[in-house]
Nanobody
Framework: QVQLVESGGGLVQAGDSLRLSCKAS????????LGWFRQAPGKEREFVSG????????VVTNSVKGRFTISRDNAMSTMYLQMNSLKPEDTAVYYCAVKIGLGKVVDEMEYDSWGPGTQVTVSS
């Protein structure tokens, strides 16, 4: 089973950028669809972005469209989330996960092998 570990979070000011990484163990990384989710304090976990096995197909939620970009490097078994023009409402713990189901890409129930998360805090 693949294991995922996120990194790259931190405390930044509004308008700054961060790049999150999601490093996977195992040798089958290129066979997985992957996703980024986030959970803000007191809120449910929400979908942020997803990427196909090859990386050619991506989807992002409307609230981050134009600011966040998902990508992956299968040779490095790593997925990325480039976050630009960060806003205080982007403050959350960010998680990556493997999509194992055939359902909607935005549905967290379709995902498994969640990483422990990385904290992103954006000050105003």
């Amino acid at each position: 089973q693949v294991q995922l570990v996120e990194s790259g979070g931190g405390l930044v000011q509004a308008g700054d950028s961060l790049r999150l990484s999601c490093k996977a163990s195992g040798r089958t990384f290129s066979t997985y669809e992957l996703g980024w989710f986030r959970q803000a304090p007191g809120k449910e976990r929400e979908f942020v972005s997803g990427i196909s096995e090859s990386g050619r197909s991506t989807v992002v939620t409307n609230s981050v469209k134009g600011r966040f970009t998902i990508s992956r490097d299968n040779a490095m078994s790593t997925m990325y989330l480039q976050m630009n023009s960060l806003k205080p409402e982007d403050t959350a713990v960010y998680y990556c996960a493997v999509k194992i189901g055939l359902g909607k890409v935005v549905d967290e129930m379709e995902y498994d092998s969640w990483g422990p998360g990385t904290q992103v805090t954006v000050s105003s």
